[in-house]
């Protein structure tokens, strides 16, 4: 049985995840981030976020305070990204996604979020 997909335990599935894997944790060094995503889905708007700090990842949902980015994008955008048979920079570059903040923040992160599809592969989830 997986884990619903934008839910708590999906949430700490990949909160847990991300910080087991060797590469991930490596990429993520001594980087800080706070990225926050809302996600468009048939029922409204769902909001999570990613931190990173002290070489471990936070993801939950809600909002965080003061984030450097915010990442809009709707429900099937997100789902492909999670199953990683969408990379991030091409949802971008075809404005599937919506970057408001500080982009050269992003860029920068590029190591650390070209881990993550790797890291999060083995969890199972529900769509």
């Known amino acids: 049985m ?3 997909f934008l839910s708590d335990e999906w949430a700490t599935a990949v909160t847990d995840a991300l910080n087991s894997n060797e590469q991930f944790k490596q990429a993520a060094g001594s980087h800080t981030a706070k990225i926050q995503n809302v996600v468009s889905t048939p029922d409204g708007e769902t909001k999570y976020y990613f931190q990173l700090q002290d070489g471990k990842a936070e993801v939950s949902l809600g909002e965080i305070d003061g984030p450097e980015a915010t990442i809009t994008q709707d429900y099937e955008t997100a ?6 048979e969408l990379s991030a920079t091409a949802a971008y570059m075809s404005g599937r996604i919506r970057i408001n903040g500080d982009l050269m923040r992003l860029m920068q992160l590029q190591g650390v979020i070209g881990t993550l599809p790797q890291a999060v592969k083995d969890i199972d989830v529900e769509y």
Do not use: E, P, T
């Open 2 to 4: 997986g884990v619903k």
């Open 79 to 84: 789902a492909a990204l999670m199953r990683n």
